[in-house]
């Protein structure tokens, strides 16, 4: 088993800038990929970001490359999502999410096998 916990979501105006942590504990090996998804009102989970659990490789979705940075510190099994030159259209419940032995490359949500409780972040136009 595997628990996460997210936090660090808010109320941003457009332009702005959050910080998402996910704090993970439990069954964590080398092969374990970890990745952000969001999810709003009235749509379908969708992925925002992946990366190994080496931290060396990660994966963007297109609406947030070049805006958002996903990165892990290793010694807190802690993983990040830096949100700058945030939208409206970026608003949701943002969850973390772990899989064994998935490449970094999936974006599917039903390929993930351990999810946080969600956090919420509301960008203001």
Do not use: H
């Not at 297109?62 to 802690?78: E, P």
């Not at 999502?81 to 999936?106: F, H, R």
Request: hydrophobic share 40%.
């Amino acid at each position: 088993q595997v628990q996460l916990v997210e936090s660090g979501g808010g109320l941003v105006q457009a332009g702005g800038s959050l910080r998402l942590s996910c704090a993970a504990s439990g069954r964590l090996f080398i092969f374990t990929i970890m990745a952000w998804f969001r999810q709003a009102p009235g749509k379908e989970r969708e992925f925002v970001a992946a990366i190994t659990w080496s931290g060396d490789i990660t994966n963007y979705a297109d609406s947030v490359k070049g805006r958002f940075t996903i990165s892990r510190d290793s010694a807190k099994n802690t993983m990040y999502l830096q949100m700058n030159s945030l939208k409206p259209e970026d608003t949701a419940v943002y969850y973390c999410a772990v899989a064994y032995g998935i490449g970094v490359q999936e974006q599917r949500a039903a390929r993930y096998d351990f999810w946080g409780q969600g956090t919420q972040v509301t960008v203001s136009s």
